[in-house]
């Protein structure tokens, strides 16, 4: 695409980017722009740009409005166009985990947590310490569910991660919540994340995938 006739570059396939699979995980709504990443993912990785298809994930009606769309995403970086079919992991969901998550974490402490804290995968804490932290971030996750209305309104924070932190600020451990479909998951990591990885996007796919359909 360029910038003033938004033309579709032949043959490209659309993914999202590190920046849109967040989007897409750390947030329930439904909105245009969350509906459009999460139609690119339904395609496994063979979302190729058309104006036919740019109108029907975009759900616009004309087609130089859904390629202004799909322009704006990629200029804003929620999207990547790649030459070739993007191949996603295929293992069955439990397997993929120990390839996707311990990249996320600089630290190399990651778990991730179901609804009723328990976690599902854990790497860098002992077994002991992911019970007590996959609890929390279930009791975190139901504090921010019943006060998010009044952060939003009062203060204008729509972001829903919580973390501990040290005396400079910076996050010691950080609890990062996870949508998909009905469920919602919580991502432990200890330090400052490593989300802008490919295994972000990986991650999000797989979770769709498994639960989100």
């Keep these: 695409m360029n910038d003033t006739s938004h033309r579709l570059i032949p043959g490209m396939y659309l993914l999202p980017s590190p920046a849109g699979a967040f ?3 750390s947030e329930p709504e439904s909105n245009r722009l969350r509906n459009f990443l999460l139609a690119l993912l339904d395609q496994q990785g063979k979302a190729q740009a058309n104006d036919s298809n740019l109108c029907q994930w975009s ?10 769309f ?3 995403l990629q200029s804003l970086g929620w999207i990547q166009a790649m030459h070739e079919p993007y191949q996603f992991p295929s293992e069955p969901f439990q397997e993929t985990l120990p390839t996707l998550l ?5 630290e190399g402490k990651i778990l ?3 609804t009723q804290g328990f976690y599902l995968y854990s790497s860098g804490f002992p077994h002991e310490t992911a019970e007590e932290l996959s ?5 975190l996750a139901n504090m921010h569910a019943r006060r998010a209305g009044a952060l939003n309104r009062n203060l204008g924070l729509p972001g829903s991660a919580w973390a501990l932190t040290n005396a400079a600020g910076h996050a010691q451990l950080g609890f990062w919540p996870v949508f998909v479909g ?11 994340p490593a989300f802008n990885q ?3 996007v990986e991650l999000a796919f797989v979770l769709h995938q498994r639960f989100g359909r």
């Design 102 to 106: 311990p990249p996320l974490s600089r």
């Design 182 to 192: 009905p469920e919602r998951f919580v991502l432990v990591i200890a330090g400052a």
């Design 70 to 72: 799909v322009w704006r």
């Design 59 to 68: 759900g616009l009606p004309s087609i130089e409005e859904a390629r202004e």
């Design 135 to 139: 609890a929390l971030s279930a009791d």
């Design 112 to 114: 991730l947590a179901d």
């Design 23 to 25: 989007k897409v995980i």
């Design 198 to 200: 490919p295994q972000l």
